[in-house]
């Protein structure tokens, strides 16, 4: 089973349906029992980073979080959740989960596109992924597969964690982490078949790791 | 590179396309959730529900509509329709919708917009932005007049500021369809569309009057659009979604192909 993780932002409820379309057993729960049962868990989020700090502050959920990473519990975040699992957030100036080091920081101004005219921001819409290692996250899948963002902020983890990257009037970081904690800027349980494929990975990751761990 | 967007436009009155959709095979459908499934395999990038319901009992049925959509379809797809209320924008989007699309109700209550975004991020706030021609005038600088009520009542709003005051209230992206275009087949407005897109920094979705492939083309190089609404040129049968982005991809154009 996996936990996607609620915490008032938004999408939870999403990624369960691409979840159950997948056959895959999932629960939405806030309670530290229920995610410390779970399989892997799932950490979505649409919205600002002050607000759902102060959410998962208030209700133990970041510790409970903490202690679930550093136990090696296989996690994956999406959009805010990944923004969140990084140190500190331009958005709202938030200190956030410290899960791995890195911040979240804001598209500047002044980007142009490769047509000459200014990008626009938030980053909305379909755009390809160059990832940079091999993973069994995105086993399978075509280069010129494409996910869709929706984000005006993006992850600036530390350098040997950046995974996948992602072009917008400049590249940035898109996805990044490392075997079993991952962290996607873009939406799999939106993003069509790659996106699903991704969830199904993320779910046969977590079989087999708890697999080896017994 | 962020792809150019080619999106569906379903029309549905009480729990039904208000015309049948007809594909390849020549099946004709008449339930959007079945049209949407096909628009999401074909590639469609989004979709967009206009619920013409007009009574209470319709729009109840619209939401089970709207959760039913969101079981069967992985791609973002938004609902205009009547929406005058944060807590109607709250049932749409729970039902499982990424964003709504405000129109008449926005020009009435412009406060609306800011209610909307707070509550639910920019992100998920579409301003439907209905312009006819008039003409410059002092009142009207762009020469184009934002009308509302299905293009039946003209505001005397001049389209590009109201399109700039929604940016700045908080909408996330802007849904432009040419009252005049509308319906001609004959091609996107691109003047008006050029215009509000050179002059925000949110996305534009240029709507009306597509017609053929090439019109595509124009609206999203000429007309600076970030985004193509399509309806006739693909409900019956004439071109599918697949066939329209291959087009775009030939021209050039970054386009997601499925």
């Known amino acids: ?214 | 590179m962020l792809s150019k967007r080619v999106i569906p436009c379903l029309d549905v009155r009480d729990g039904l396309l208000t015309k049948g959709v007809r594909f390849r095979e020549n099946l004709d459908l008449g339930d959007p959730v079945e049209a949407a499934r096909r628009y999401y395999e074909e590639g469609a990038d989004e979709i967009v529900f206009y619920d013409i319901t007009a009574s209470a009992e319709g729009r109840g049925i619209f939401l089970g509509v709207v959760e039913r959509v969101a079981e069967a379809i992985f791609i973002p797809f938004s609902v205009g329709g009547g929406l005058s209320s944060v807590s109607q924008m709250r049932d749409v989007l729970l039902a499982g919708a990424e964003k709504i699309s405000l129109n008449s109700a926005a020009v009435r209550d412009p406060r609306l917009i800011a209610q909307g975004a707070e509550a639910f991020g920019s992100q998920a706030v579409v301003l439907g932005l209905d312009a006819r021609r008039v003409g410059p005038t002092a009142h009207i600088p762009s020469g184009y007049e934002v009308v509302i009520n299905g293009g039946r009542v003209p505001t005397g709003l001049d389209a590009l500021a109201w399109a700039r005051k929604a940016e700045e209230l908080g909408a996330g992206e802007i849904c432009l369809n040419s009252i005049d275009a509308d319906g001609t087949q004959d091609g996107y407005e691109l003047d008006v569309t050029r215009m509000v897109a050179q002059n925000v920094r949110i996305p534009v979705i240029a709507s009306g009057g597509a017609g053929r492939p090439e019109h595509l083309f124009q609206a999203l190089s000429d007309g600076h659009a970030s985004a193509v609404l399509v309806a006739s040129i693909v409900h019956y049968n004439r071109h599918s979604i697949k066939d329209l982005k291959e087009f775009l991809r030939q021209r050039g154009l970054p386009v997601r192909m499925v």
Request: charge should be neutral.
């Open chain 1, 1 to 214: 089973m996996l936990a996607i993780i609620d915490y008032r932002a938004g999408n939870q409820t999403s990624v369960k349906r691409a979840l159950d379309h997948l056959g895959i057993p999932s629960e939405i729960a806030s309670d530290p029992d229920v995610l410390e049962r779970a399989e892997g868990l799932i950490f979505p989020g649409v919205g600002a980073a002050g607000q759902a700090m102060r959410v998962i502050s208030s209700t133990g959920l970041d510790q409970a979080m903490r202690r679930l990473a550093a136990g090696g519990r296989p996690m994956l975040g999406i959009c805010l959740g990944c923004q969140i699992m990084l140190e500190s957030s331009e958005e709202n100036q938030t200190r956030t989960l410290g899960l791995l080091p890195g911040r979240t920081v804001r598209f500047p101004d002044g980007l142009d596109d490769h047509d000459g005219r200014p990008i626009r921001v938030p980053h909305m819409g379909w755009n390809t992924v160059r990832f940079r290692k091999r993973s069994p996250l995105w086993a399978g899948l075509r280069p010129d597969d494409q996910f869709y963002f929706v984000h005006s902020f993006y992850p600036s983890p530390a350098e040997e964690l950046v995974l996948g990257l992602t072009w917008h009037g400049q590249d940035f970081c898109s996805v990044y982490g490392r075997e079993g904690l991952w962290a996607l800027q873009f939406h799999p349980e939106k993003s069509g078949r790659p996106g699903l494929a991704i969830l199904s990975n993320f779910y046969r990751y977590c079989r087999e790791a708890g697999n080896h761990a017994q």
